[in-house]
């Protein structure tokens, strides 16, 4: 489950995808047998990589996607770089969306200008 805090820190759950016109578009060029091995790859990401406690986006593909998951991304938005990239930032919302563990975000670039993917952390609302 995906939620933000607002500013009161109240929680609200988040039941949609981010620019869900684009994630459909490309979704008509990613086969779902290659999405689902995507989500696969995610999910064993944040099991390890992750700890199932803190993941950001734009560290999980490193920069040579041949060989990998999310190759069929770049392909599916012709071959753009920028667009896989924006395209991997949605499908990994998606993925966060439908863990069983809560989870917000953030952006957290590391100097002024830098754009760096969602940031995502595990928490606990008991």
């Excluded at 966060?96 to 760096?116: A, C, L, N, Q, S």
């Amino acid at each position: 489950m995906l939620v933000t805090i607002k500013n009161d820190g109240s929680i609200e759950p988040i039941t949609t995808q981010a620019r869900e016109d684009h994630f459909r578009q490309w979704m008509r060029h990613l086969p779902s047998v290659q999405f689902d091995r995507i989500c696969v790859a995610l999910n064993e990401h944040v099991e390890q990589q992750g700890k199932r406690e803190i993941v950001t986006s734009s560290w999980i593909p490193g920069s040579d996607w041949n060989g990998t998951a999310y190759l069929p991304i770049y392909q599916a938005v012709g071959e753009d770089e920028d667009m896989a990239r924006f395209f991997f930032g949605l499908i990994v919302w998606r993925v966060m969306m439908d863990r069983p563990e809560t989870w917000t975000f953030g952006r957290y670039p590391r100097k002024e200008g830098d754009v760096i993917g969602l940031t995502y952390f595990r928490v606990d609302l008991n």
